[in-house]
């Protein structure tokens, strides 16, 4: 089973608790320790408070008892309660922008990444050096708007993937494309405003927090053969 959560950074960084030095670990103080940018900084406290609450909600202890350290490839590493009996196998991903954190827990590998739509930003100079040549056909074959948002949306499924994989990889090799429910390998959630993936798990898996299917546009997706 899984968990995913898209928050508001602003309501998480009220919640929290300070001294943050009371419940964050001394690699995770060390990280904040080089954020220059304030907006960066809060992310970063939004992001791994609402990891701590996320992997008790799911996996049981309190929050304050998970500990979130970073690998040197800088994705996150989960480390269970003290004493927890046997050990729980959890795996946690991160994604953050404007002011929405998105955070993915689950037994097994997952990726989440979220991004806002901007629509004024020149995606279409990017195109070229993140998809694969059939997404570039599929994309420049649209108008301008719809091109750009789904930009967007190859972007985070293409994010996605990567954190649930932990292997590096050419953004351009991985090139995705709409597939019926039964194939999905990933699953997208597009709002006006951002775009969120999901890769790892299939739908009925998850427990959505903060994402009203209700209101948004969501597709399912696989990798196009190589």
Known sequence: MGLVVLASVDELVRQAPGPIDSWMSEGELHNLAGVKAAKRYRQFIAGHFLARRSLASLSGGRWQDWQVTNADSGA???????????APSVHLSLSHSGDHVACAVASQPIGVDVEMINLGRDTDSMIPLCMGSREQALLF??????????????WVLKEAWLKQAHQPASMQAI?????DAEAAQAWLFESDEWALALVGMPLDAVTLDGINLSSLRASSWARMPV
Request: aromatic share 10%.
């Open 175 to 179: 090139e995705f494309c709409p597939c």
């Open 141 to 154: 074959q649209r108008a301008d708007v719809a091109r750009a948002r789904a930009f967007y949306a190859h």
């Open 76 to 86: 996150p590493l989960v480390r269970p309660p003290a004493g927890a009996r046997p």
